[in-house]
């Protein structure tokens, strides 16, 4: 029999305390693909951070429940590549957006973030390890980007975020994880960075060993994803 969303939520929440016993960690729950009845399930263990990819997904859900469960107080965190033209609905919807990677996307952002609404908490995402076909920024050029973003009125520069390339060993899964910290570590007093988003579910124990503030993790939370992709 599969195990379920509590079951599997309840062994990655005692593994992070058994990294992190200070607590200091958060935990974001990646949900995409998965129904807003999972992730309903996973609130109701307590866990109130959820993390999508797929922009007309991801609102799909906050609206469902908006209208279905008012009274469950969450917090939406959109991870993958924003294109264009869906900015305005990931702006009016989510608390937070942890792929930003071009000034034009970020301004979009600012722009349409409503005004009855707080400031856009944003990450900027950081192409650590060079992968082709990765999103984010190249690390000589983050500094410029989070110039350029802390000037947003409609945005709120918490910090970076980043996807390593997948590693076997612990150790070579550790090298970017340094990396990153490093360069959280010599920007966060200029920019008043507080949130370093790095470590999933295969890298999570190595990433807490390296300083992050914050993982993300849906496998190991939800299952296998019943792909293909939506939204």
Known sequence: MSESVEQRLKRVQTALR???????????????????EAVLSAARLGQTAFGENYAQEGCAKVDWFRE?????????????????????????????????????????LSDQRPSDLLPLNVLVEVNVDGQETKSGVHPDEVRALCEAVAAMPGL????????????????????????????????????????????????????????????????????????????
């Open 18 to 36: 058994a990294a992190d016993p200070l607590g200091k960690v958060a935990l974001l729950a990646v949900s995409k693909t998965f129904g807003p």
């Open 156 to 231: 709120k520069l918490r910090g970076l975020m980043a996807i390593p390339a997948p590693v076997e060993t612990s150790e070579g899964r550790k090298a970017p994880l340094r990396a990153m910290r490093a360069l959280f570590d010599e920007l966060k007093d200029e920019f008043g960075l507080d949130t370093l988003s790095m470590g999933m579910s295969a890298d999570m124990i190595e990433a807490v060993e390296c300083g992050t503030t914050m993982v993300r993790v849906g496998s190991a939370i939800f299952g296998t994803r019943p792909y293909p992709r939506r939204g």
């Open 68 to 108: 279905h469960h008012p009274e469950v107080t969450l917090q939406w965190h959109f991870i993958g590549p924003l294109q264009a033209n869906k900015t305005r609905m990931v702006a009016e919807r989510f608390d937070w957006v942890q792929s930003i990677d071009r000034v034009r996307i970020a301004q979009r």
